[in-house]
């Protein structure tokens, strides 16, 4: 077969089209793995700051607190307002009380539907503990903005949790409203239907199995693309 007929023959379209997509393919691979090596230094900053004692809320200070570090709040959430946003935790329906603290929203945990004789959030008062309000623990968690599908709050309960929305009625600053501060010990102990805890941390980390798929078809469409060239020319 001659140089000329070889070329008359080469499918040009096919080759654009497959060299397209393995690019595309192995561009997703090292996405995930990128991914991946941002996931694993995510899980070794938790378990790094897991390791360390709780500090002292910082005073004044306007950027964002370190991902899952646990701080000290002295703050009197008895007389401070609070909202509430509607969530399920384990399968049960309830709320959860946000209050605010130091300029940082504070979530102070969560009170189960089931409770009928709850009083409402701006009503409730709790035993005062030798004429003082405890200090409680909260581990700080950054807070993605809501998606655009969530419902709006009424009468001071969000049903998402909308943290510029709950930080303009706390009368938290905008800038600190990109984290949550979740309790893990209880600003009212005398009120044991609720349950100070944080929400535990999303870690699945899969990126590696995505990562293998990617590369596998790209390895797979090279071949399909060879076999197919190969036979294109010698038929």
């Avoid at 499918?11 to 995930?32: H, M, R, S």
């Avoid at 996931?39 to 004044?60: N, T």
């Avoid at 701080?71 to 209050?99: H, K, N, Y």
């Avoid at 979530?107 to 009083?119: M, V």
């Amino acid at each position: 077969m001659t140089t000329e007929a070889i070329r008359s023959r080469f499918p040009w379209g096919l080759t654009i089209v497959c060299t397209l997509a393995f690019i595309l393919l192995v561009l997703l691979g090292v996405w995930q793995v990128q991914r991946m090596q941002w996931k694993e230094g995510l899980i070794a900053e938790a378990g790094a700051a897991a390791k360390h004692p709780p500090v002292p809320l910082p005073s004044g200070q306007r950027t964002d607190l370190p991902e899952f570090q646990t701080v000290i709040l002295d703050c009197d959430f008895q007389a401070s307002q609070r909202v509430e946003l509607q969530t399920i935790q384990d399968g049960v329906p309830g709320v959860r009380l946000i209050s605010g603290c130091g300029g940082r929203l504070v979530d102070l945990g969560f009170i189960s539907e089931e409770i009928s004789a709850r009083p409402p959030f701006t009503q409730y008062r709790a035993p005062r503990l030798s004429g003082s309000y405890p200090t409680i623990i909260a581990e700080v968690r950054n807070t993605p903005a809501p998606n655009s599908f969530a419902l709006p709050p009424e009468k001071g309960r969000f049903f998402a949790r909308d943290n510029r929305a709950i930080a303009a009625i706390l009368g938290v600053p905008p800038d600190r409203a990109s984290q949550t501060l979740y309790a893990v010990t209880s600003a009212f102990p005398g009120f044991g239907a609720l349950q100070p805890v944080a929400p535990p941390p999303a870690f699945s980390n899969n990126h590696l199995g995505y990562a293998l798929t990617w590369f596998g078809l790209a390895l797979a469409l090279a071949g399909f693309y060879i076999a197919l060239l190969r036979r294109k020319l010698t038929s």
